[in-house]
Nanobody, 115 residues
């Protein structure tokens, strides 16, 4: 069973912050590149941030400077710190390996940025 469990979403005002967490039982977690993806209503799912087993990171341009991805290999956990949130960040956020595998999508966690 490698489906992750995402948590930490919620309703936040523009400019606010949230920290998402993703726990997975995937074996050899530290060897995988992990990513946070999001899917907004009516849009395709997109990869917004990723981290390799060597802790290097990448971000989509729209979140650079605002989001920070990190991982704790001892806890099989990946995090997404989101600051300066905007209404366009509203989406369901998922974690998965990079590239994503269909069998490893969890339920996601809803992030809503609104007044």
């Amino acid at each position: 069973q490698v489906r992750p469990v995402e948590s930490g979403g919620g309703l936040v005002q523009p400019g606010g912050s949230l920290t998402l967490s993703c726990v997975t039982s995937r074996r050899f977690f530290s060897t995988y590149s992990m990513g946070w993806y999001r899917q907004a209503p009516g849009k395709q799912r997109e990869l917004v941030a990723s981290t390799t087993g060597a802790y290097s990171t990448n971000y989509v341009d729209s979140v650079k400077g605002r989001f920070t991805i990190s991982r704790d290999n001892a806890k099989n956990t990946v995090y997404l710190q989101m600051n300066s949130l905007k209404p366009e960040d509203t989406a369901v956020y998922y974690c998965n390996v990079v590239p994503a595998t269909a069998a490893a999508w969890g339920q996601g966690t809803q992030v809503t940025v609104s007044l």
